[in-house]
């Protein structure tokens, strides 16, 4: 089984990701993207979860496999359909455990080759933090005003101009304390936010502005 660090997801030339968790885990923070095939949905982790807690490993296990086998072929047809559409398809849960591996295995039987993110999304949340504080520009303009002056504006217009920029208020999904998201989703959390100025940092790192 192959496996794929964080630094080397990261220099990957348009990689498939593919995020196996629930997707209240995918919406609780993701690696910028990538596709959410979940191997169980909310209530059946939870289930799972239950049964490890109190049942022990085994039992666990043992319903996990119950509940993913119904499933397989439409995982190994979604993800095929997915690697279709790219070069390395790299496949990852929240630590590297059992999900990831299981995936993988069920993908190389079918003829689908893949690679495990050692380490799951923890590890690339783990990586992000401890590099976002080294990608602060040595020169940079922080546009600031008051609510409705039209900072976005102005800063769409710098970007069409070739300027790089980073809008903050739409990694947050957020417009502030007044606006809030009125006219949005629901906002990102801190995680989403993190991975949001880590991409958009590394977009612009090599440029001589910064």
Same mark, same amino acid.
């Given at each position: 089984?192959?496996?794929? %660090?964080? /630094?080397?997801?990261?220099?990957?030339?348009?990689?498939?990701?593919?995020?196996?968790?629930?997707?209240?885990? !995918?919406?609780?923070? *993701?690696?910028?993207?990538?596709?959410?095939?979940?191997? !169980? *949905?909310?209530? &059946?982790?939870?289930?799972? @979860?239950?049964?490890? #807690?109190?049942?022990?490993?085994?039992?666990?296990?043992?319903?996990?496999?119950?509940?993913? *086998?119904?499933?397989?072929?439409?995982? +190994?047809?979604?993800?095929?359909?997915?690697?279709?559409?790219? $070069?390395?398809?790299?496949?990852?849960?929240?630590? @590297? =455990?059992?999900?990831?591996?299981?995936?993988?295995?069920?993908?190389?039987?079918?003829?689908?080759?893949? %690679?495990?993110?050692?380490?799951?999304?923890?590890?690339?949340?783990?990586?992000? +933090? #401890?590099?976002?504080?080294?990608?602060?520009? &040595?020169?940079?303009?922080?546009?600031?005003?008051?609510? =409705?002056?039209?900072?976005? /504006?102005?800063?769409?217009?710098?970007?069409?101009?070739?300027?790089?920029?980073?809008? +903050?208020?739409?990694?947050?999904?957020?417009? =502030? %304390?007044?606006?809030?998201?009125?006219?949005?989703?629901?906002?990102?959390?801190?995680?989403?936010?993190? $991975?949001?100025?880590?991409?958009?940092?590394?977009?612009?790192?090599?440029? +001589?502005? !910064?």
């Amino acid at each position: 089984m192959k496996e794929i %660090s964080v /630094e080397e997801l990261l220099v990957t030339k348009q990689p498939i990701i593919i995020d196996v968790r629930s997707p209240i885990e !995918f919406k609780d923070g *993701s690696i910028p993207r990538a596709i959410n095939i979940p191997l !169980f *949905s909310d209530e &059946e982790r939870q289930e799972i @979860g239950t049964i490890y #807690k109190h049942e022990g490993p085994a039992n666990a296990k043992w319903r996990a496999m119950e509940v993913v *086998s119904p499933k397989i072929p439409f995982l +190994l047809k979604t993800m095929k359909e997915a690697a279709s559409k790219g $070069s390395d398809l790299i496949i990852y849960c929240w630590r @590297g =455990g059992m999900r990831s591996k299981a995936v993988v295995t069920f993908l190389e039987f079918a003829g689908i080759y893949a %690679s495990r993110l050692e380490g799951g999304y923890k590890a690339f949340r783990q990586y992000i +933090l #401890k590099e976002i504080p080294t990608m602060f520009p &040595e020169k940079a303009v922080v546009l600031h005003g008051l609510t =409705g002056v039209g900072k976005t /504006e102005v800063l769409k217009y710098l970007k069409v101009m070739g300027y790089p920029i980073l809008d +903050l208020e739409e990694m947050a999904g957020h417009r =502030g %304390s007044i606006f809030g998201t009125i006219g949005l989703e629901d906002g990102h959390n801190q995680k989403m936010f993190d $991975s949001l100025l880590f991409k958009g940092f590394r977009k612009y790192r090599d440029l +001589l502005i !910064f």
